[in-house]
DNA sequence: TTTTGAGTTGTTCGA
DNA sequence: GTCGAACAACTCAAA
């Protein structure tokens, strides 16, 4: 008699360790680990791609190569495949966000059909999506209140948590023995980011934790130190999960900064639950009226800026560095954003879009209430004056201009502040000028806010 | 129910 | 160079 089996089937938590739902698999008998590559996946920027194909062969090292990959539309593919190893159930970590639960729903609606479950365990939080209310019931909608209730929810919890123990004795029954179709392609990329194992993003966390994160709060908005834990694709893909990092953290500001960043994932993928039309749409619907450029001259605009010809330094070097590496740094995501919205006058969606191609951690709830924050449209807005100068940021941020001649090789020998603006005779040949004039297009942005607020009245 | 204080990340201007 | 005020009005959350 064969032993009883389970899938396991990954998603975005690419891990063995503390994974509740793989204690779970494990307890049902063996287990059988599957991924499956969505074709729409393939249209994402090679780093997004390489970095996810090499988590997942890092996942199945771990495993002795028995990850089965399969190709297709997970609501078909899935039922099926249980049907073909005959496991009765099917176990992940669940997925919060909006396609992901109506993926889930196909899904266990055609396992239930054949006398199978889906069996949902955890989820890449520290707190699910959808737990912390108002004294009402109701959710939260300004993050500085939502993350003091987080805490109190989740500090009890976290405490008594314990992590799901090492399972070493699984017994994997995968490939080879069963049919397999290839794993992703992996295209080659130049990436500075840690690699995609659980053992390489557990050591960078150590080194951040003794070297980085007590000076965390002043070092983590210059671009060109490397004063950010990096570990955002590992949280994306689920390498780490957050209550790893939570669980080492101590009663120091700088650390009580860090948790805060976790906590304004916690809090998108929240609002996102609540409002999953909120992904492309204005969370203010009164910002619908908003004048934005859609034209001819508007895509072209739009082509420079993903391109990183703008004319800014400081934004040309975060999208270049966004192409390359798949990664920017966080202060200069903010910086690219706003001059897309306020000087480009452009849809916050057209930037989410590209964000989201590009970026190894982009997660549709943190990128896209991320980008109408920025826009002014979203949750806990920023004003609509606050708009940043791109050229003071960078004097700001980058004050000798390390992150700039890193990558825009172009600006190398533009010595002193110029390499911020380099106007006149200081613009090398073969770097264009501004392609808008930012304190016009200033102006501009508040004309238009303003404009809408006589509307609206 | 009403009131009150507050709200991630900024810039500019004038004294 | 530094500093405070202005830039609006609204919504949220809790007392």
Wanted: proline fraction near 8%; include cysteine.
């Amino acid at each position: 008699m064969t032993r009883a089996r389970s899938i396991l089937w990954f998603r975005r938590d690419l891990r063995l360790d503390d994974l509740p739902a793989l204690a779970v698999a494990h307890a049902h008998g063996d287990v059988t680990p599957l991924f499956v590559v969505d074709p729409a996946f393939s249209a994402s920027g090679a780093p997004r791609r390489a970095f996810m194909a090499a988590a997942l062969q890092a996942l199945d090292d771990r495993m002795g190569g028995a990850l089965v990959y399969r190709h297709g539309d997970p609501a078909a593919v899935v039922p099926a495949f249980a049907a073909e190893v005959g496991a009765d159930v099917v176990v992940v970590s669940r997925d919060f966000g909006p396609y992901g639960r109506r993926r889930d729903a196909a899904v266990a609606e055609r396992l239930a059909a054949d006398g199978r479950r889906l069996q949902g365990v955890g989820s890449p939080y520290a707190v699910d999506p959808g737990t912390v209310v108002k004294n009402d019931g109701t959710p939260y909608a300004v993050f500085t209140p939502f993350s003091k209730a987080w805490l109190a929810v989740g500090q009890p919890r976290w405490a008594e948590r314990r992590a799901t123990p090492a399972v070493g004795d699984v017994n994997w029954v995968g490939a080879p023995d069963i049919a397999c179709d290839g794993p992703p392609a992996v295209p080659a990329v130049d990436s500075t980011l840690p690699p995609a194992s659980e053992a390489s993003a557990r050591d960078r966390w150590a080194e951040f934790l003794s070297e980085g994160l007590d000076q965390y709060d002043d070092r983590r908005n210059q671009p060109a130190l490397d004063g950010t834990s990096r570990l955002s694709p590992a949280l994306r893909w689920g390498i780490l999960h957050p209550l790893q990092l939570i669980d080492d953290l101590g009663p120091v500001r700088a650390h009580e900064v860090f948790r805060s960043e976790l906590a304004w994932r916690d809090f998108y993928a929240d609002v996102l639950f609540r409002r999953p039309e909120t992904a492309w749409e204005n969370l203010q619907p009164k910002m619908d009226a908003m004048v934005v450029d859609t034209d001819a001259r508007a895509k072209e605009r739009f082509a420079a800026w993903t391109e990183g010809r703008t004319g800014y330094p400081i934004v040309d070097a975060g999208m270049r560095q966004l192409l390359a590496t798949g990664w920017m740094h966080n202060r200069v995501r903010m910086i690219v954003a706003s001059f897309l919205v306020k000087d480009l006058h452009l849809p916050w969606q057209w930037g989410a879009r590209h964000f989201m191609r590009h970026l190894v951690d982009g997660d549709l709830a943190s990128n896209n209430h991320g980008w109408q924050w920025a826009a002014g449209t979203g949750t806990d807005a920023a004003p609509y004056f606050r708009v940043f100068n791109p050229t003071s940021q960078s004097e700001r941020f980058d004050p000798d201009g390390e992150y700039l001649r890193r990558w825009v090789p172009e600006l190398r020998d533009v010595g002193g502040v110029a390499v911020h603006a380099p106007d006149g005779l200081l613009r090398p040949a073969d770097y264009p000028p501004p392609i808008v004039d930012h304190a016009a297009e200033r102006d501009e942005a508040l004309r238009r806010y303003k404009s809408l607020g006589a509307a609206a009245r």
